[in-house]
T-cell receptor
Framework: GEDVEQSLFLSVREGDSSVINCTYTDSSSTYLYWYKQEPGAGLQLLTYIFSNMDMKQDQRLTVLLNKKDKHLSLRIADTQTGDSAIYFC????????????FGSGTRLQVQP | NAGVTQTPKFRVLKTGQSMTLLCAQDMNHEYMYWYRQDPGMGLRLIHY???????AKGEVPDGYNVSRLKKQNFLLGLESAAPSQTSVYFCASSSPGTGGIYEQYFGPGTRLTVT
């Protein structure tokens, strides 16, 4: 079955690193995504990782994938107040519908 | 290039009323999706379409119908609204990218309240 889980809330101070965690259950997932949702807006793709990769770095963002434990994390370095948002992880299977299964989202609060 | 647009942005319905949400994309994407977002539950797939003239059920299709008469438009209908359908509705579109990346582009959402 498909299930993606995230912790609901994370609070950090400006300048610190943030680590948002996600676990998924479907071992056939081909791509894993991180989306960001700012208040009143739709979801915006932040980054993604292919399932045969362990790590991907993109400027302040680092994605780590532990396939054995089905654990995905997003690290934001030097977190800024503009990073305050809800972060969703999502998985995609290589099926015809190409739909994503989303976690419940982690609300990141950055304190000045 | 507007991306994905949704109409309306807000709507209040009484129980039993009907309405149609319109989603339009100008990126020539093949795939389109309707999700609902409820507090603490992430996004759940209602219906989706893999091309013009085709639709299919997602995880939570009951109470909704969809149509994809034109490639750029995907309509979500509520025939008889219920309070349980109070939610924020997101439309998304995608097209196979380099290496099979299934990036989805989202609209800004429609906030629907059913009283």
């Amino acid at each position: 079955g498909e299930d993606v889980e995230q912790s609901l809330f994370l609070s950090v101070r400006e300048g610190d690193s943030s680590v948002i965690n996600c676990t998924y259950t479907d071992s056939s997932s081909t791509y894993l995504y991180w989306y960001k949702q700012e208040p009143g807006a739709g979801l915006q793709l932040l980054t993604y990782i292919f399932s045969n990769m362990d790590m991907k770095q993109d400027q302040r963002l680092t994605v780590l994938l532990n396939k054995k434990d089905k654990h995905l994390s997003l690290r934001i370095a030097d977190t800024q107040t503009g990073d305050s948002a809800i972060y969703f992880c999502a998985e995609a299977q290589d099926t015809g519908r190409r739909a994503l299964t989303f976690g419940s989202g982690t609300r990141l609060q950055v304190q000045p | 290039n507007a991306g994905v647009t949704q109409t309306p942005k807000f709507r209040v319905l009484k129980t039993g009323q009907s309405m149609t949400l319109l989603c339009a994309q100008d990126m020539n994407h093949e795939y389109m999706y309707w999700y609902r977002q409820d507090p603490g539950m992430g996004l759940r797939l209602i219906h989706y379409s893999v091309g013009e003239g085709t639709t299919a059920k997602g995880e939570v299709p009951d109470g909704y119908n969809v149509s994809r008469l034109k490639k750029q438009n995907f309509l979500l209908g509520l025939e008889s609204a219920a309070p349980s359908q109070t939610s924020v509705y997101f439309c998304a579109s995608s097209s196979p990218g380099t290496g099979g990346i299934y990036e989805q582009y989202f609209g800004p959402g429609t906030r629907l309240t059913v009283t």
